[in-house]
């Protein structure tokens, strides 16, 4: 059994904090039936970069959290029944320092009642993902969707999560697609710096024209891959872009940080449109 495409819109990772600081803003539905990608997890706890991790720039905003989370076993024990409880569609990401570890928090989530599915984060933006697995090639990329879909079920979704290099985003989303990867998230942050010259990554609507391109050039060397929009999704207008340029679903981000509701209104507005079913309607 193939696995579903999740989607038309879902909340891109670690933009929903827990869930419990989005819920209030997502109007009647509330999470329920939405598809909320957390946080990174990790094995072990990160306590994230040192500040300040996010700086407002002019079309986004430049960000070095370091992927701050409480570790596998805390998230199973309190924030993935949270979420479960609230309704949410709850896609895991899982980012590791070793292909073993990729593996090991894609087998222990495979059990964990309530996990619709998981998305790898193989694509932190230069040293912000500091001490993870090292991809520089579209076959490390490949190889760690490969061994997370040895051991996470084939009816479930394995989202790759790459970031928008033009110049291989076609190879990597072919690699990962072969590998096992249910669909491709496009795209991650973009490798910047902030004003004092630290390394960090660029998101918001300043990336959406180099992301939109990438999501067209795999559109169209491999229009058998399944894209999902990702990078300056605010409003219908923009959703639409990605939609138009070939992808299957977007998840909204950094709008997120200025207005919590976006989610929410971009889900009833998608639903209206011919572009993609609701969520009670995806296969």
């Not at 394995?158 to 989303?173: F, H, T, Y």
């Not at 072919?174 to 669909?183: K, Q, V």
Request: hydrophobic share 45%; proline share 9%; with cysteine.
């Amino acid at each position: 059994m193939s696995a579903p495409l999740p989607g038309p819109v879902m909340v891109a990772a670690g933009c929903g904090g827990t869930g419990r600081e989005l819920e209030p803003f997502c109007g009647d539905d509330g999470l329920d039936g939405l598809h909320v990608v957390t946080r990174s997890i990790t094995l072990d706890a990160r306590s994230g970069g040192p500040g300040p991790r996010v700086v407002e720039v002019p079309g986004g905003l430049v960000n070095a959290v370091g992927l701050p989370n409480p570790g596998l076993e805390h998230f199973l024990a309190t924030e993935l029944p949270w979420l479960v409880r609230a309704g949410a569609r709850v896609l895991v990401s899982i980012a590791g320092a070793t292909m073993g570890e990729y593996a090991d928090l894609a087998r222990r989530l495979a059990r964990a009642p309530g996990v619709a599915g998981l998305e790898v984060n193989v694509g932190a933006p230069d040293d912000v993902g500091a001490g993870l697995y090292e991809v520089r090639e579209p076959f490390h990329s490949a190889s760690v969707i490969a061994a997370v879909r040895r051991e996470f079920a084939s009816d479930r979704p394995v989202l790759a999560k790459l970031r928008p290099d033009v110049s291989r985003i076609v190879e990597g989303a072919r690699s990962c697609h072969e590998a096992g990867a249910t669909a491709v998230v496009i795209g991650n942050a973009v490798p910047a710096a902030f004003p004092d010259g630290r390394a960090g990554g660029l998101s918001g609507p300043a990336v959406a024209p180099i992301a939109l391109r990438c999501v067209a050039e795999v559109r169209r060397a491999h229009p058998d891959v399944p894209t999902i929009g990702c990078g300056g999704v605010r409003d219908l207008a923009s959703a639409n872009a990605y939609l138009d340029a070939g992808a299957r679903a977007v998840q909204v981000g950094t709008a997120l940080l200025h207005d919590p509701t976006t989610v929410a209104r971009l889900r009833a507005t998608l639903r209206t449109t011919a572009h993609l079913p609701g969520p009670e309607e995806t296969p």
